[in-house]
């Protein structure tokens, strides 16, 4: 489009314009004196609510003095999340199946009771015991990985099995 074509489409748009200012004509401003503007209360929200069938409806000062006060029904207190896994992972049937690290966590608690009647080389022994500690986070599996390291033959093996307890019990 030529200089001219832009310019007679911004004298269009510009005459359209103020077309539109003409019809539409200004809003009115507010009274300066304080009088009452013409649509003043027009959304305004009611003063009162309707009732809602079925509901009590408490007054907000004693909702508010109520909530200070502190809600019986609060006393109880929740399971905390440790103490529900430890109740539900307890069988194989209770085991969430879609939950791959909460079963982990079950298995390996129901493991460590049974940790003496695992047969293998120590090695593989202090292993599990440092799984379980890296994913349980329990104190109580030191001493048993401890007992296990100790057994560990190979002097290199073992010595790295114990710098590992080491490092484990600092972040326990």
Do not use: C, W
Request: proline share 8%.
């Amino acid at each position: 489009m030529d200089q001219t074509g832009q310019n007679d489409l911004q004298q269009a748009i510009d005459a359209a314009n103020n077309n539109i200012k003409d019809e539409l004509g200004v809003p009115p401003m507010p009274p300066a004196d304080g009088a009452a503007a013409p649509f003043e209360g027009a959304f305004a929200a009611p003063s009162e609510m309707p009732p809602v069938a079925g509901v009590d409806v408490i007054p907000a000062s004693e909702a508010v003095s109520q909530a200070a006060e502190g809600d019986d029904t609060k006393d109880e207190a929740e399971p905390s999340a440790e103490a529900i896994l430890s109740e539900t992972i307890t069988t194989p049937e209770n085991l969430p199946t879609d939950d791959i690290s909460a079963t982990r966590e079950g298995i390996l608690r129901d493991l460590m009771p049974l940790m003496d009647k695992v047969e293998g080389e120590p090695e593989r022994k202090f292993d599990i015991y440092k799984e379980a500690m890296n994913t349980l986070h329990d104190k109580n599996l030191v001493a048993g990985a401890y007992k296990e390291a100790a057994k560990i033959a190979d002097e290199n093996k073992k010595a790295d099995a114990l710098m590992t307890l080491l490092n484990a019990i600092d972040t326990l």
